[in-house]
């Protein structure tokens, strides 16, 4: 019903920079908390940034000052900017949305994208 395709990742020496995108499609009333995650080997997954539909942002402590999140809410899609990487920002980045899914009911569902990899050589 709902997909999220995330673009954007790819290798990066330390210092640059990457933009990631995530397009969400399909049977959509709205769009409420968009999110990226990420994923390193052996970590858990973690939350890198968050947007809600209204109100301030949120960011994880080890990437404020360097990443910015934003959407553009006529294309259902979040960015996320990130800059001046570390080679501990590898990972796989993950999308999250919070969907009210066009249907009768308009339940509130949530989604994952496939993943993205960002690596960042030193």
């Known amino acids: 019903q709902v997909q999220l395709v995330e673009s954007g990742g790819g290798l990066v020496q330390a210092g640059g920079s990457l933009r990631l995108s995530c397009a969400v499609s399909?049977?959509?009333?709205?769009?409420?908390?968009m999110a990226w995650y990420r994923q390193a080997p052996g970590k858990q997954r973690e939350l890198v940034a968050l947007i809600p539909s209204g109100g301030s942002t949120n960011y994880a402590d080890s990437v404020k000052d360097r990443f910015t999140i934003s959407r553009d809410n006529a294309k259902n899609t979040v960015y996320l900017q990130m800059n001046s990487l570390k080679p501990e920002d590898t990972a796989v980045y993950y999308c999250n949305a919070d969907v009210l899914v066009l249907t009768p009911t308009l339940p509130r569902r949530n989604y994952w994208g496939q993943g993205t990899q960002v690596t960042v050589s030193s």
């Open positions: 399909g049977s959509i009333f709205s769009i409420k908390a």
